[in-house]
């Protein structure tokens, strides 16, 4: 017995494990059979499913379904990054729950705490991405801090080092208040934010005159080493080479001039304070500056600042307000709003600040991957994307490496009591490295070093440093070079991601994928967009404006949210969500159920099919095989939100409200077996069809369309399309009749003529085949009672036009003023539409300059225009 309604919750949980009992997402290495491969972009191991992660996984899900059918060995591997920032908070936060500090533990202690959090709930996306009906190979489920990866990665970082490209250096970083560490470049965010604007006074040395400096940061004032005008700036320049006094702290200070000063910012004098700020920092290496380092790496001012020290920076800044106020000092503050840089792990303002960091050399390292993408070799999904691509690539900055936390690959950097430092995988090994340059230098042996004597860096390194190999090392193309799988699967095909890790991650798992394996990693990039609600603000936790993905599986089922997200997804622009389209994907699930229950009750004679059924046939497999064609180009060109709208037209449209309607028999008649029969097949090439998208409904119609004997539509054929299955004519014929049918259909409904009363149509026409050979049909799909072909207007009948074909249908029981007044109103309109198209059309200019088709589309309006009045100018001559 068929259920009366779709159930997704009773069959989703059934149809998975069944695929995963089968093995059906199970991949190995198989000559024979061409790989087509997609690795999964690892989702942070603290992770739990959004909707971003259910858009990109259902585009890779479609991806992987639908080459799995076309007979490709289907590869998706699946896995976890270990998010070094987000994942040691947790841990910190678990630990301050038990009451334990992480400084009083020691780093391997540390380490089994964050292990055992991993276990416990590093698993959850995973499982979650199962309920979205993800067709992954779990088998290959890797974490970036495997044992064969952490190697992977340790092993990349020595061979980079000594290759020349890594190097460790004293540097102005992005710091990480909160998480205490150094954030790259592309970790941090920008947002506008509302600050004050301090004018402060610096008195000239041994005068009664002063600068005034406007600064978002007077708690940084005590770390000014000079003050810097523009050396064009005219009001300044009788001060150039002149000196301050610090306000507070009383150091006197040059002034300096510098090209870089904006002389349009604030008074046009700006204070640097190489200690605290990047650019202050470039000018102070440029003239020699000394630095004031004030504010310690967890935000608070230590004795160098002299006064407010342990005082938080924020804190701070009130206070120095303050006394600047008090001192006379701080003659005016205004409200302000600038730009200002937050941590993306943490949401902490950053505080640029120098530091001892590891950084990769950038520039040499990315040219391949530069050349790969303008050259083509891998392609970008939009393609507006490559010029966003190549001016970050061609403007690249050294990679700061190193992090300050336990959680991650530690760095393979030793250091000898001497200072001397090298890369390697054990203390034994650098103790060789460091005892071998000593030889060939022919230094004293007297400086050997052992193992003992060494210590490894405290740092790990960054996690977009193990994640740029993914999608070698899940084959262990690193850790095990050579190996049949990894000379099988990579380089993989298709990489679906988002377009704000395009630089994170993207970008640096090409450069890994040239520097280690000589090829591109990938061939394809489609960049999704961002899921933003109704008012374009992107979907967050902060803002509680994300919805709960599992909650919508639970309401809609997953099949319904998968088909929401695509309609509304071309590739790289920004996805707007809305409940109603999720809902279209569950009516759409439902409508697709209810044709199934209807074709499933139909009962059966053995006759030949009638001529409605064979043309109905006829005409959807030459539709079908029409799509096909044209989808084979979508997927090429990777507009799978066009793609599934396609699809959803031809089922909702041409299938259920057209083919079934012209099949089904009158209530309680039967329908041929030869027109059941072939209903059935093309119900099923339309599942086979639309599985990628929906797999659960697709999967419980398929096994209910026929025996299947443990098959399944996962690993069926998916549908080709034939040009010679397409009967071009039988198409354009069907296209008038369903317009006929719409608009009798409309008609009826203006003039409240019921459906079940039956009614004599006129047809004039030119194409009288046309009518004659589909006469059937449209009896019985518009209840006439007869249909005559006639050479002019009928009198006391009501006209309209399909096309250039006129209909006329007799008007009884109608209000003939009414009628003839909604006529009259309809002339006018239609009247002053057309003066408008003349004027136009009249204009020289315009029919000079418009592109042909425009005024050919013009010509068209005034014609039809005009066949539509002389219509109703018969209608309402008739009824007069």
């Known amino acids: 017995m068929i259920s009366t309604k779709y159930s997704p919750a009773e069959i989703e949980d059934k149809w998975y494990q069944f695929w995963i009992e089968k093995e059906l997402f199970k991949s190995v290495p198989d000559s024979r059979t061409p790989s087509y491969t997609v690795v999964i972009p690892p989702p942070n191991v603290t992770g739990v499913l959004h909707m971003g992660h259910m858009l990109n996984n259902t585009i890779q899900d479609v991806l992987i379904r639908r080459k799995r059918m076309q007979g490709y060995n289907a590869c998706w591997v699946p896995g976890t990054d270990h998010a070094s920032i987000a994942t040691e908070a947790k841990v910190v936060q678990m630990l301050r729950e038990r009451g334990i500090k992480k400084s009083e533990i020691g780093r391997t202690e540390f380490l089994k705490y964050a292990f055992e959090w991993k276990e416990k709930y590093g698993g959850i996306i995973l499982q979650q991405l199962r309920k979205l009906g993800a067709s992954c190979d779990w088998e290959r489920t890797t974490f970036t801090m495997d044992d064969h990866y952490y190697k992977a990665v340790t092993d990349t970082f020595i061979d980079l080092y000594d290759k020349g490209f890594i190097y460790r250096g004293l540097r102005m970083v992005n710091w990480d208040c909160k998480a205490m560490t150094a954030v790259s470049d592309e970790e941090v965010i920008y947002h506008e934010a509302k600050d004050k604007l301090y004018y402060v006074k610096y008195c000239i040395e041994g005068s009664s005159e002063f600068l005034t400096v406007a600064t978002t940061r007077p708690e940084t004032i005590m770390a000014d080493t000079a003050l810097a005008v523009h050396p064009e700036d005219e009001r300044f320049k009788q001060f150039a080479g002149k000196k301050v006094i610090v306000p507070l702290v009383n150091r006197v200070i040059p002034i300096i001039t510098d090209e870089y000063v904006d002389r349009e910012f604030g008074t046009g004098c700006l204070k640097i304070t190489p200690a605290h700020d990047k650019n202050d920092y470039e000018i102070g290496l440029k003239y020699d500056l000394p630095v004031i380092d004030i504010i310690d790496f967890d935000g608070k001012l230590n004795e160098g600042a002299e006064f407010c020290i342990g005082m938080d920076r924020e804190d701070a800044r009130k206070k120095v307000a303050e006394m600047l106020s008090e001192q006379g000092l701080l003659l005016k503050a205004e409200d302000y709003i600038h730009s200002v840089g937050f941590s993306e792990r943490t949401g902490e303002v950053i505080e640029p600040k120098l530091s001892m960091q590891w950084f990769l050399r950038m520039k040499e390292i990315c040219q391949p991957a530069l050349k790969a993408v303008i050259d083509g070799e891998v392609n970008l999904i939009p393609h507006n994307f490559i010029n966003t ?5 061609e403007n690249v900055k050294d990679w700061c490496l190193s992090r300050q936390l336990w959680w991650g690959q530690q760095i393979p950097a030793w250091y000898a009591p001497d200072g001397r430092v090298t890369a390697a995988n054990s203390a034994a090994e650098a103790a060789e490295k460091l005892n071998a340059l000593l030889d060939k230098a022919n230094e004293d042996k007297s400086k050997y070093v052992t193992a003992e004597m060494l210590t490894q860096d405290e740092d790990v390194l960054d996690t977009w440093a193990s994640s740029w190999l993914w999608p070698i090392e899940v084959f262990k193309g690193i850790s095990s070079p050579d190996n049949e799988e990894f000379n099988y699967y990579y380089p993989t095909n298709d990489l679906v991601t988002a377009p704000e890790i395009l630089f994170f991650w993207v970008a640096r798992m090409i450069i890994a994928g040239y520097e280690y394996t000589g090829k591109k990693p990938f061939e394809n990039v489609y960049l999704t967009g961002i899921v933003r609600d109704k008012l374009r603000r992107k979907m967050s936790k902060s803002l509680g404006n994300s919805p709960d993905a599992l909650k919508l599986i639970e309401d809609y089922g997953a099949d319904g949210v998968r088909m929401g997200m695509l309609l509304c ?266 003066e408008s198209i003349m004027k136009k059309l009249g204009n020289e200019r315009f029919v000079a300059n418009a592109k042909p088709e425009v005024v050919e589309a013009e010509n068209k309006k005034k014609a039809d225009t005009e066949q539509k009045l002389t219509s109703l100018r018969q209608n309402l001559s008739s009824l007069s």
């Open 569 to 834: 997804s071309p590739a790289g622009n920004d996805i707007l969500y809305d409940d109603e389209l999720i809902a279209q994907g569950r009516n759409f699930a439902n409508k697709i159920w209810n044709g199934f229950r209807l074709v499933s009750g139909w009962q059966t004679e053995d006759r030949p099919m009638n001529d409605i059924e064979e043309n109905a046939v006829l005409w959807f497999e030459s539709r079908l095989n029409e799509v096909l064609l044209e989808l084979n180009k979508l997927f090429g060109q990777f507009r799978l939100s066009e793609a599934l709208m396609t699809i959803y037209k031809l089922i909702w449209d041409d299938f259920c409200s057209s083919y079934l309607e012209m099949v089904k028999p009158p209530y309680g008649s039967p329908v041929s077996a030869q027109a059941l029969s072939a209903t059935a097949g093309l119900f099923e090439e339309l599942m086979k069809l639309l599985h990628p998208f929906m797999p659960f409904l697709t999967e419980e119609i398929y096994q209910n369309l026929a025996e299947r004997n443990g098959g399944s539509v996962c690993v069926a054929n998916y549908p080709e399309g034939d040009p010679a299955k397409v009967r071009q004519s039988l198409l354009t014929e069907m296209n008038w009749i369903q317009q006929t049918i719409a608009a009798v259909r409309a008609f009826r409904a203006a003039k409240q003529i019921s459906p079940k009363e039956s009614i004599v149509l006129y047809i004039k026409t030119d194409d009288k085949a046309l009518y004659s050979a589909h006469q059937n049909l449209l009896n019985k799909f518009l209840n006439t009672s007869e249909i005559q072909f006639v050479a002019d207007k009928v009198a006391g009948t009501s006209s309209f036009l399909v096309g250039t074909h006129e209909f006329f249908i007799p008007l009884t029981n109608i209000d003939v003023e009414a009628e003839k007044d909604k006529i009259e109103k309809e002339i006018v309109y239609l009247e002053g539409f057309l």
């Open 389 to 393: 691509y190549r001016y970050w690539m």
